[in-house]
């Protein structure tokens, strides 16, 4: 597979009698593409997720690497190469955990990669994404041509008639040698017997299983493939990424004079005037609101980080949930305004620039304890109720808000411009997305959740977990004896329905019994996950 360099003039669509013409396909695209669609459909056609994404993802990137020419612009470019790793790592979360974070990872991942090789020099992450679906698009309309008839197809007509004829004397040898040692050799013709009544079998269960939708869901299957191995230069956003730098560069005001752009000196004291009047702005903004925080953190640092115990009858959920949400949201605030002070030529107003750089750089600070006293807020939360998805997305986040205060430091200090803060956010993004996908979290969540301190567990919780839970259910049931509320609720209902300890062990066993029977009727090898299935055997050996 050969990366085809065809721009948009290669797809001409014109009316009347001329036709929109193919794109131009090595033999082994010719190849790879029905293949890959066979494949997408055998995987992935009524099966849950799995091996089969894992397997899917593999050909395609085994696919794309070896039709990239060694000379290839994507092979010097280190965000093709983190790509290609996260997406190999990816995969292989998916085939190991099965969780809706590998698999969004992996899909991701692969996405990315493909942008990377349609637009080799690209920087952003998401720019990639929609630069390998864009491409995508492309690609499939200058495939079906393929798909429609010849309509001079003479030539063709007459070399099929050529090879028809050159093929019909050996056949016919073939069939007559064949019904000799029929009747000669009688185990070779109980071997043929079971050969065709096999292929009898097969033929007679493929039939049934053919549908409206299962042809369309192979059309799905075919176009994926095809506008993942067939890569046509996108160069929309590779022309939108060109023109940002990494860096703010001083505007300087100018006019035009016989041709001539020369500096206007009226136009450039006006412009020094603006410039004071917006660095009086921010130097209020960042006075006034460095307060303001201040008196914020020394309230949350003297209440919740030292020795916080919730008093009888205090809202913890109130607490946690509004409070770290309101502070979240201050966060990117205030984040958002210093981008917007820093933008342009205040980066270069030499008589206040170290003054509004310290004050800046404190708020910075301050909005970093911030980020402490809502992780703290997180932590205290998880201590009295449990651990839950939403409470590790709220670290995930802080992670994500750490590691963007550090680059709007940055930004203050190094004058870099917004579109170096997204490349390098977008960077940071995606490697939590692999951290997520690399952790095996139900597992993780059940084992902190059946914990003897806790007198209250939302069992209902756990039982909608992923089955490769169970056996954890199951080994800690004795806990149950020491719960004083334990929480089973219907899927989907928001009333709480109590359980006795016995009542809950009951509804633990009828799960685990219930998935014992299914698993081995239900569970096939294209959605075969590795933990799923040394659940299912601890299960079955207890």
């Known amino acids: 597979m050969t990366t085809i360099t065809a721009s948009s003039a290669a797809l001409p669509v014109t009316t009347g009698s001329a036709r ?46 070896v039709g990239l020419p060694r000379h290839a612009a994507a092979w010097r470019s280190g965000y093709f190469r983190l790509l290609l790793a996260g997406t190999i790592l990816s995969a292989g979360a998916v085939a190991w955990y099965g969780s809706g974070a590998g698999a969004l990872a992996s899909v991701a991942s ?67 040698f064949h019904g000799l040692f029929v009747l000669a050799n009688p185990r070779y013709a109980a071997l043929v017997g ?3 009544s096999q292929l009898g079998e097969w033929l007679a269960a493929l039939w049934p299983s053919f549908s409206l939708a299962h042809l369309l869901f192979f059309l799905i299957g075919f176009m994926l493939t095809a506008g ?78 030292f020795g916080f ?73 998880i201590q009295y109720t449990g651990l ?29 411009s917004a579109f170096a803060l997204v490349r390098l956010n977008g960077l940071a993004a995606y490697g939590l997305l692999l951290l997520l996908a690399l952790g095996n979290w139900e597992i993780w969540i059940a084992r902190y959740n059946l914990n003897a301190r806790f007198q209250t567990l939302d069992l209902g919780f756990l039982l909608e977990m992923p089955a490769r839970v169970l056996p954890e259910l199951a080994a800690r049931q004795p806990v149950l004896d020491g719960m004083s509320r334990i929480i089973i609720s219907p899927p989907g209902s928001y009333n709480e329905e109590t359980a006795t300890p016995a009542e809950a062990r009951a509804a633990i066993q009828r799960r685990l019994i219930n998935w014992r029977h299914t698993y081995p009727r239900h569970r096939t090898w294209q959605s075969w996950t590795r933990a799923e299935s040394a659940a299912f055997f601890e299960a079955v050996s207890r």
Do not use: C
């Not at 160069?235 to 939108?240: E, S, V, Y």
């Not at 670290?395 to 590691?403: C, D, E, I, S, V």
């Open 194 to 196: 079971a050969v065709f």
């Open 20 to 65: 929109r013409l193919p794109l131009p396909l090595t033999a082994l695209q010719k190849l790879l593409i029905p293949a890959g669609a066979v494949l997408f459909d055998v995987l992935f056609y009524r099966q849950g997720v799995g091996l089969n994404l894992a397997l899917y993802t593999l050909f395609v990137v085994a696919a794309t690497v």
């Open 309 to 381: 115990v919730p008093t009888p009858g205090f809202d913890l959920t109130q607490f946690v949930h509004e409070g770290t949400y309101v502070l979240i949201f201050s966060i990117l605030l205030a984040m958002g305004i210093v981008l917007w002070f820093f933008r342009r030529n205040l980066n270069f107003y030499a008589p206040g620039l170290a003054a509004l750089r310290w004050g800046a750089t404190v708020w910075v600070v301050q909005n970093a304890v911030l980020a402490v006293s809502v992780g703290l807020r997180n932590y205290y939360y």
């Open 388 to 416: 839950a998805y939403k409470r590790i997305g709220v670290y995930g986040f802080l992670l994500l808000t750490f590691f963007g205060l550090i680059t709007v430091l940055l930004k203050i200090w190094q004058r870099r």
């Open 110 to 176: 692969l996405l990315m990669l493909l942008g990377f090789v349609n637009q080799p020099h690209l920087k952003l992450v998401a720019y990639a994404l929609l630069t390998a679906l864009g491409g995508a698009a492309r690609a499939v309309p200058g495939l079906l041509p393929y798909l429609r008839l010849p309509q001079n197809g003479g030539a063709h007509r007459s070399r099929t008639r050529f090879y028809s004829r050159l093929l019909v004397l050996p056949l016919l040898v073939l069939v007559g």
């Open 228 to 305: 993942a191995l067939v890569v046509v230069p996108f160069h929309f956003f590779q022309d939108q990424e060109s023109r940002f730098g990494e860096f703010v560069r001083r505007q300087r005001d100018r006019v035009a004079s016989l041709g001539v752009r020369q500096p206007d000196f009226r136009a450039r004291d006006r412009g020094t005037l603006d410039l004071r009047k917006e660095y009086l702005a921010a130097l209020a903004v960042f006075g006034l609101v460095n307060l303001l925080l201040l008196v914020v953190n020394v309230i949350d640092v003297r209440w919740i980080w």
